[in-house]
């Protein structure tokens, strides 16, 4: 049975940077093909999703709690706390993942209703939440599935499956919108499925490959006795740590609320740059995930000045990198934005959005980066309040102001999401840089608290 992988940050890191760029590329892939349908359909597709990564944040609470605490275990070399951990983790974000999937299937429209989303807009949204919503509890288990195997190192592994999920979601998008091999058009719903099959896919291979290199089985007893500790201490560090995630998510909310208000192609622009972006920060997010599972196993070992010095090592590539990226898409927008519309007032709006990004991406790198590891070392309560502080009081205060009542459209929410990431970045720094999150580790030794555990299962 193999349990941990020992490897460097690049080792770790690469698979990563091709595992997001993977999933980015779903989404792009999508909005791409759906924009050759119907900008409309594109539109309504980009806000669904928000509404969707609300929920998928939710089971983040689960499978971010677990690679931290995993992550800990297994630097303190407590081999089999780490397995049960995982186990408990999985129940608990299945059980999540079926109780949201009914709530979006049933309350899909109602959900929707708060973006002002009107005509055939309205219904391509409807369309595709209902769909990938009832299925959503997929999601739920890939994620969990997928910690499991990173906290491990078998980072490459993950990036497998998700290419193969990516491979069959591109193909039956391409099937759906252009009706190859006489099938008819099948549009939204097309698209809607091809994601459902997809993630069907991805979750069955990741139970083979879990199984294969962890010999981890997930039983019956699993889903009815969890273990009560698990649950507290998953909780514990999941849930101040994907607060902020939530509170984001609903910040944005409100923001594409405000979008929805100057008019359609305002829309269309903001979910045209938003995937174009995603290009700028696919390193810092793969970089900053590889530096999270090293500084988690650190902290476990009680490393925590090589755990300080590895994140400003990867802050500082990661600005450089998201600075550098930036400036590159500007550069070459114009015909970017042309392979997403035709519309030339989509095209006028999305340009300047590109240059203020320039700005934007070194702050949002900063805030990635610092954010996550203070996270994987314990200290989850600190990025929750600066980002609740931050996004509230900044980014969708500044947006209304700026953005409407000046005027300024989408470049002036823009500045505004530039106020916020910088912001955050700064006072992340701080926080890193004052060393308080040593004290906040969840795993204090090989010891300590050991023989307290009970275990609900055997290891397999």
């Known amino acids: 049975m193999k349990t941990v992988k020992q490897q460097s940050l690049f080792q770790i890191t690469w698979p990563l940077f091709i595992e997001i760029a993977l999933h980015m590329s779903l989404g792009i892939i999508a909005t791409l093909i759906l924009s050759y349908y119907s900008d409309s359909a594109a539109a309504a597709v980009g806000v669904s999703n928000q509404v969707l990564n609300i929920f998928i944040i939710l089971f983040n609470i689960t499978s971010v709690g677990a690679t931290i605490i995993i992550g800990q275990y297994l630097g303190a070399k407590r081999i089999q706390d780490a397995r049960q951990t995982a186990r ?52 739920a288990i890939s994620l969990t599935l997928g910690a499991i195997l990173r906290s491990h190192g078998f980072t ?209 790198a900063m805030n990635i980066v610092l954010m996550g590891t203070l996270k994987s070392a314990g200290d989850v309560r600190f990025p929750v309040a600066i980002g609740i502080l931050s996004m509230w009081g900044i980014a969708v205060v500044l947006s209304y102001t700026l953005g409407l009542q000046y005027g300024l459209g989408l470049l002036g929410i823009w500045i505004a999401f530039s106020a916020d990431e910088w912001f955050r970045g700064i006072f992340a720094l701080k926080r890193w840089n004052s060393r308080k999150w040593a004290q906040y580790a969840v795993v204090k030794g090989d010891q300590h608290d050991h023989n307290e555990r009970r275990e609900t299962s055997k290891a397999v």
């Open 88 to 139: 408990s983790a999985f129940s608990i974000n299945l059980y999540i993942g079926l109780i949201i999937s009914v709530l979006v299937a049933l309350f899909g429209k109602q959900l929707l209703g708060f973006f002002s989303l009107e005509g055939e807009t309205l219904v391509y949204g409807e369309t595709f939440l209902k769909i990938v919503g009832l299925f959503l509890f997929l999601e």
């Open 156 to 364: 490459k592994n993950a990036m497998y499956v998700t290419l193969l999920m990516n491979f069959v979601s591109a193909f039956g998008n391409v099937i759906a919108v252009l009706g190859l091999f006489g099938i008819p058009v099948l549009g939204v719903a097309g698209v809607a499925w091809s994601i459902v099959v997809a993630r069907t896919v991805a979750v069955v291979l990741l139970f083979f490959v879990v199984y294969r290199k962890l010999s981890l089985r997930f039983k019956l007893k699993d889903l009815v006795q969890i273990n009560r500790r698990d649950i507290k201490s998953i909780m514990n560090i999941g849930i101040p740590s994907a607060g902020e995630g939530v509170s984001y998510q609903f910040s944005q909310l409100i923001i594409t609320g405000f979008i929805a208000t100057i008019g359609e192609s305002a829309l269309s622009a903001r979910v045209y740059v938003s995937n174009i972006t995603m290009l700028c920060f696919l390193f810092t997010l793969a970089i900053a995930q590889g530096t999270q599972l090293l500084v988690a196993r650190q902290v476990g070992a009680q490393k925590f000045e090589a755990a300080h010095a590895r994140a400003v090592k990867t802050l500082k590539i990661a600005v450089f990198a998201s600075f550098v990226s930036a400036v590159a898409l500007a550069s070459v927008g114009t015909s970017i934005l042309s392979m997403f519309t035709s519309s030339p007032e989509i095209i006028a709006i999305g340009i300047p959005l590109l240059w203020a990004s320039v700005i934007l991406e070194p702050g949002r």
